[in-house]
């Protein structure tokens, strides 16, 4: 990480995650958290990069992608505001431990997709929500990893990175709605 940043900080263990997400949080920290994990998209999801085009389940459509449904993600929220006497830029590898399929940077992208975010978690509705156009986020070879360069102002730059299956969280999240759904079936045929 160069330049003088407060740090970078891993939510909720490290520090809290923001609630409401907030315009200008100013604090200098590079502050990064998983949204939902393992969750079986239900409607294609429109992204703004992605590492491969050439995957089964993605399609270009204009300057986006798309990513289908049915296809098992996680996401993962990275919020970037210069504060506490820090630099404007932030430099950072990022590790996850499945590939990054796609980022989400556009403001509308970014509205378009909350549905992957932290359950109760308000990610408020304003402008400017995304990266700069100067800003960098690059791909690494082995697709696990992410480079970033970002040089912020007001109010600060905010990405969404989309990963295959993590194998260090639960299962999907549409498998266990299935097994909560096949259980309260039989529930109910039991009482009958």
Known sequence: MGGAVAGCLIAPDQAPIPNPVVQNPNEGILLVWNEVQNFVLTEDLLVDRVADETLPFVTAVGNDFLIA????????????????????????????????????????NLFDSDFLGVPGIDYSDFGLRGIEAGDSTVFGQDFTRVDISWRASSPGDWDRIITAFSPAAPEPASFLMLLCGLAGLTLLRQRH
């Open 69 to 108: 449904a049915g296809t098992i993600v996680s996401s993962h929220y990275v919020q970037w505001d210069p504060g506490n006497g820090s630099e404007t830029r932030v430099d950072a590898a990022l590790l996850f431990d499945s590939d990054i399929f796609a980022f989400i940077s556009d403001d509308q």
